[in-house]
């Protein structure tokens, strides 16, 4: 039995966009950063910043891409708000496989960013415990006040059965 349905083709294509409502901040850059732990004065230091050629301080680069702060819906079960497809598999589990950014410059703490994903395909393919197992690609683009290109992020999800095939319940 295929994992991938005519249901599940029928995602390929879609976008969801969440539009910014704010600007960034300079608290936002700098909590993140304080998260990270990551200490660079580029983060929190105008003076420094504007010596390196900056206007002012910059995000550290992930910071971008995290959709949490874009997507203004409830948490859900597990307590994540960022973005989700909601995509009709059962009886898999969700694996992150990957990540791929690209950043085509700095964050500033004035940008009005918004975050368009689009879901480029999925694909069903031979697993290794036997049976098959889904990849679903996805793209977000990051912009600034709705066109200048920011960051663009590029993502691998598995879905892989929770049994193996073959196994009965």
Sequence with gaps: MSLLTDELKAWI??????????????????????????YNPLYSDDGYARQAGYPSVIAPPTLVVETCQYAHRPANVDGYFGHEWHLPIEGCRQIRAGNDYEFTRPIL???RISAAWTLENIEERASSRGGTQLFVQSVARF???????????????????????????
Aim: glycine share 6%.
């Design 143 to 169: 912009t600034a006040d709705g066109n200048e290109l920011l960051a663009i992020n590029r993502e691998t999800l598995v879905y892989q059965p929770l049994q193996p095939a073959g196994e009965n319940a």
């Design 109 to 111: 703490p004035t940008d």
């Design 13 to 38: 294509g879609r976008t969801i966009t969440y539009p910014a409502c704010e600007e960034l901040s300079r608290a936002s850059i700098r909590y993140f950063a304080l998260a990270l732990r990551d």
